[in-house]
């Protein structure tokens, strides 16, 4: 009996194992990173990687080099058999399916099993081909994705573990119906925001140009998008008119940078104990500091924004932005780009110009250029009410300001006026009779400006229609008298 048992006992550690249901391997995400975490990498939260991956950290992965690191990292766990098998990591479209070539799919990383042995291993996703998973190219794509694949067989493609990872490298259409308007020390700057929750657009910024460099009160601070300087410390555009989708454009002298398309994947994987132990002098990939100057006149209608140039920055509900802390009678360049919610930056839009005036202290600005008339310089309304705080020109001087002087006719109407009007104010005051005249005729135009002052727009459709009303009212009257005669 105890020899049947000993042979019983032998016969099923060989045999029984091969009908027994194998144990799983369980790979864990312990994280999703922006960049390795010994290397400045931060772990991100659900909204942080969901909005990871747009153009900037595409051409950066791009233009990765064997000895740079990537924008965007999958740390794992593994709890499971240490057999000593392989597992391979692969990204792309319906990798799964054995009818698929595996050339059409980035090859990530073939590691061996017992590597995970008490150790968290960084899987790279190198964005630019997340994009394109065959060559690695970064295009212009909107809301696309791709899968992220751990095989236990490239035969079977057994897949042990998988997620849909999304990006979005297209930014939004740049603005339309952009115009400025001056004010006092500052410029209101406009645009159309029609489209704005269609293109998913979550910011507007806007760019000044003061002559050839940014204006007085920029700050790349207040720009809402991710650029490549950001994530790689490179100056990367994109550019579709050429083979190459990106140049790299050095601030000293704006040589194109030659690109690289040699893919090996052996380069992709990187153990960071390892990396940081054994390869110091490995460049530093991430949040790399660019010893970079900003460009000289580079607010371009469809070039490529520079967050050096932003002033200032509103939601997507905004369709309007006073700049302020700008110099009275110097002219400044402004421009609107949007941003979308995976931080991707339209091209600048239609650049227009506009000049700061001085609008409540305009007679101070007047008397300084040489100006020596009196009463605040409204010549012809002082002369014939006699006095300068008259309420009739007060009236009128409130008008000049709020809103001759936040457009351009209205400007170039009160120019000419300031070098016309003390003239026309001394041929009035030789005659009592044009001076009584001139009173009645000023008399509309009071009211219309306090009108246009104190009531909306629309309210002169109101006082018409009632006048119109009023004087039919009146005819029919008459006409009535008439009969009754």
């Known amino acids: 009996m105890k020899t049947f048992l000993i042979l019983f006992s032998v016969i099923a550690a060989f045999v029984f194992p091969r009908f027994m249901p194998r144990a ?3 790979f864990t995400l312990h994280g999703r990173y922006d960049g390795l975490p010994g290397n400045g990498g931060s772990s991100m939260d659900e909204v942080e990687y969901s909005q990871h991956t747009n153009m ?11 000895d740079e690191l990537y924008s965007y990292y999958f740390a794992f766990n593994y709890d499971g058999p240490f057999d000593g098998s392989d597992v391979f990591f692969y990204l792309g479209s319906d990798c799964s399916n054995t009818s698929v070539a595996l050339s ?25 081909y997340l994009v394109d998973p065959e060559s690695g190219t970064c295009s212009e794509k909107n809301s696309g994705s791709s899968t992220f694949y751990i095989f236990s067989s490239l035969e079977n493609r057994d897949t042990l573990w998988s997620e849909t990872i999304s990006y979005d490298t297209r930014g ?4 339309s119906e952009i115009s400025a308007s001056s004010g006092e020390n500052a410029v209101t700057v406009h645009w159309n925001n029609d489209d704005a929750d269609e293109e998913g657009i979550q910011y507007f910024n806007v760019l000044c140009m003061r002559e050839t460099t940014p204006a007085e009160v920029a700050d790349s601070s207040m720009a ?10 490179k100056v990367l555009e994109y550019d579709d008119t050429t083979d190459a989708t990106k140049k790299m454009i050095y601030p000293d002298n704006n040589d194109d940078y030659q690109v690289n398309d040699d893919y090996d994947n052996d380069r992709f994987y990187f153990d960071e104990q390892e990396q940081f132990d054994h390869k110091p002098n ?4 991430y949040k790399n500091d660019l010893n970079y100057t900003c460009p000289d006149n580079m607010l371009v209608e469809g070039g490529r924004p520079y967050k050096c140039y932003v002033c200032g920055s509103t939601t997507n509900t905004g369709k309007k932005m006073r700049i302020g802390g700008l110099e009275n009678q110097v002219e400044y360049s402004f421009a609107v780009v949007a941003v979308d919610e995976y931080k991707n930056v339209s091209v600048i839009s239609e650049v227009v110009s506009e000049t700061p005036l001085p609008t409540t202290d305009f007679a101070e600005h007047y008397s300084s250029n040489g100006g020596s008339a009196t009463g605040d310089y409204c010549f012809v309304a002082t002369t014939v009410y006699r ?19 936040t457009n351009e006719p209205g400007i170039a109407f009160t120019k000419w006026y300031y070098a016309n009007g003390k003239t026309i104010a001394s041929f009035i005051s030789s005659s009592n009779i044009l001076v009584e005249s001139v009173k009645l005729l000023l008399l509309p135009l009071v009211l219309l400006a306090s009108v246009l002052l104190f009531l909306p727009w629309w309210s ?23 009969i009754h005669r």
């Open 24 to 26: 799983r391997a369980q």
């Open 387 to 405: 006095s300068k705080n008259h309420p009739f020109v007060k009236i009128l001087r409130k008008f000049r300001d709020k809103k001759l002087l």
């Open 282 to 285: 490995r460049k530093k990939h």
């Open 172 to 175: 939004p259409a740049p603005r």
């Open 224 to 233: 809402n998008w991710v650029d490549t300087e950001d994530v790689c410390g």
């Open 56 to 66: 900037a950290r595409c051409l950066c992965d791009e233009d990765n080099t064997e």
């Open 104 to 128: 059409q799919c980035a090859e990530l990383a073939s590691l061996n099993i017992n590597s995970f042995n008490n150790e968290t291993k960084y899987i790279p996703i190198p964005v630019n």
């Open 460 to 482: 002169l459709f109101l006082i018409s229609g009632a006048a119109v009303a009023f004087k039919k009212r009146q005819l029919i009257k008459g006409k009535l008298r008439s």
